[in-house]
């Protein structure tokens, strides 16, 4: 069983930064690709950055391309979300995830395992 421990949130300004981490028990983690995904209040889940297993591609949604970098180190089980130049609109829970794929996920329904969610809040 993979569980998934998001962190790092919180409440900030517009133009600061946040790193997200998320840390995976269960020897699949290096195997499959990850995820960060967000929620903002009222609307659906969506996509923000992907990585493959190894760590060799990424893709992120426009909205946040330029912004945000996604990394993993395989050797700690974790995910990062480096986030600069944050926006109000960037305001959710963000969520990591595990998918079943090698490749970079484009899709929620890609995500296998999730994480509990963690709030950031960027204050303008």
């Known amino acids: 069983q993979v569980q998934l421990v998001e962190s790092g949130g919180g409440l900030v300004q517009a133009g600061d930064s946040l790193r997200l981490s998320c840390a995976a028990s269960g020897r699949t983690f290096g195997s499959y690709a990850m995820g960060w995904f967000r929620q903002p209040p009222g609307k659906e889940r969506e996509l923000v950055a992907s990585?493959?297993?190894?760590?060799?591609?990424?893709s992120y949604s426009n909205s946040v391309k330029g912004r945000f970098t996604i990394s993993r180190d395989n050797a700690k089980n974790t995910v990062y979300l480096q986030m600069n130049s944050l926006k109000p609109e960037d305001t959710a829970v963000y969520y990591c995830?595990?998918?079943?794929?090698?490749?970079?996920?484009?899709?929620?329904?890609?995500?296998?395992?999730w994480g509990q969610g963690t709030q950031v809040t960027v204050s303008s």
């Open positions: 990585i493959s297993r190894i760590g060799s591609s990424t």
């Open positions: 995830a595990l998918s079943t794929i090698f490749s970079i996920m484009t899709r929620v329904d890609e995500a296998k395992y």
